[in-house]
């Protein structure tokens, strides 16, 4: 068993120019399987709310609902760093709510440390945070919580205002203590500007190769859906009708008595 991946590992990694890889769980099973395929990073993402709940997006999922599928996940890993991602308004209110949740990750749920969307506008939350020992990763580009403002799921940073934005954000969260950051829909260019400006890790999630690392939802890679990924999502197998026809044949063995069989009965 390798070395239980730290915060202090993570930079060591961007020094030394290893790649990270992160990937999300929201359970034991599929947690206890990235954690021994040797994934350095597990999100409890609140995509949860898209990929397990059948919410129409992230903004519905609640604090007791991640901290219920932390915890699942945490009792599933011993190597990877377990980062719980903040859901929408949980950390928007007050710097003492934001403390109390971000918290409740650490202390009830066993998680590393906590993932917050925002830039300038939560620089002072983050150091309070940090500053009582919470580690916090940034969260840039295109920000879920913020589907309604944003218009849709759509790249960021396109423009030179944006960009010149994102790269500030960046750079004030690197200030402010966050232990690395990621980057979402940004294109590859701007990610490695960002990459290069700040001292902390940055985790592309559909920004390109530039980035110290890379994250994607684990049920896109496997496949697991029957509607197509997004552009930047690879999938390594295509587990959905593989599963649907496993629970076919079941059925039809079932139905005709030819499950179970001798084999499967106790005498």
Same mark, same amino acid.
């Not at 947690?31 to 990073?41: C, L, P, Y």
């Not at 991602?85 to 949740?101: L, R």
């Not at 496997?222 to 059925?251: C, S």
């Given at each position: 068993?390798?070395?239980?991946?730290?915060?202090?590992?993570?930079?060591?990694?961007?020094? #030394?120019?290893?790649?990270?890889?992160?990937?999300?769980?929201?359970?034991?099973?599929?947690?206890?399987?990235?954690?021994?395929?040797?994934?350095?990073?597990?999100?409890?993402?609140?995509?949860?709310?898209?990929?397990?709940?059948?919410?129409?997006?992230?903004?519905?999922?609640?604090?007791?609902?991640?901290?219920?599928?932390?915890?699942?996940?945490?009792?599933?890993?011993?190597?990877?760093?377990?980062?719980? *991602?903040?859901?929408?308004?949980?950390?928007?209110?007050?710097?003492?709510?934001?403390?109390? #949740?971000?918290?409740?990750?650490?202390?009830?749920?066993?998680?590393?440390?906590?993932?917050?969307?925002?830039?300038?506008?939560?620089?002072?939350?983050?150091?309070?945070?940090?500053?009582?020992?919470?580690?916090?990763?940034?969260?840039?580009?295109?920000?879920?919580?913020?589907?309604?403002?944003?218009?849709?799921?759509?790249?960021?940073?396109?423009?030179?205002?944006?960009?010149?934005?994102?790269?500030?954000?960046?750079?004030?969260? *690197?200030?402010?203590?966050?232990?690395?950051?990621?980057?979402?829909?940004?294109?590859?260019?701007?990610?490695?500007?960002?990459?290069?400006?700040?001292?902390?890790?940055?985790?592309?999630?559909?920004?390109?190769?530039?980035?110290?690392?890379?994250?994607?939802?684990?049920?896109?890679?496997?496949?697991?859906?029957?509607?197509?990924?997004?552009?930047?999502?690879?999938?390594?197998?295509?587990? #959905?009708?593989?599963?649907? *026809?496993?629970?076919?044949?079941?059925?039809?063995?079932?139905?005709?008595?030819?499950?179970?069989? *001798?084999?499967?009965?106790?005498?």
């Amino acid at each position: 068993m390798a070395d239980k991946i730290t915060i202090v590992k993570l930079k060591e990694m961007k020094q #030394n120019k290893e790649k990270i890889t992160m990937l999300t769980a929201y359970d034991y099973m599929m947690a206890k399987m990235i954690d021994e395929a040797g994934i350095d990073v597990i999100l409890v993402g609140d995509s949860l709310g898209n990929v397990v709940l059948g919410y129409e997006n992230t903004l519905p999922v609640t604090m007791d609902e991640m901290i219920h599928h932390t915890k699942a996940v945490v009792r599933g890993t011993k190597r990877s760093l377990v980062i719980g *991602d903040m859901p929408f308004m949980s950390y928007q209110v007050s710097k003492e709510d934001s403390i109390k #949740n971000a918290g409740r990750f650490l202390k009830e749920a066993g998680a590393s440390g906590v993932k917050l969307e925002g830039g300038q506008e939560i620089v002072k939350t983050i150091k309070k945070m940090v500053g009582i020992g919470i580690p916090v990763m940034g969260h840039l580009g295109l920000t879920p919580q913020s589907v309604c403002q944003l218009g849709g799921y759509k790249v960021q940073g396109k423009d030179e205002k944006t960009a010149q934005r994102i790269i500030e954000d960046a750079k004030a969260l *690197d200030e402010a203590g966050v232990f690395s950051i990621v980057l979402e829909c940004v294109p590859a260019e701007l990610a490695k500007e960002i990459t290069e400006a700040v001292s902390v890790p940055t985790i592309s999630c559909g920004a390109g190769v530039f980035c110290d690392g890379q994250v994607l939802v684990t049920h896109d890679i496997l496949g697991l859906f029957d509607k197509p990924p997004a552009k930047f999502v690879k999938q390594y197998v295509k587990l #959905n009708g593989l599963i649907k *026809d496993a629970f076919k044949e079941y059925i039809d063995e079932v139905k005709s008595g030819s499950f179970p069989t *001798d084999e499967y009965s106790y005498h």
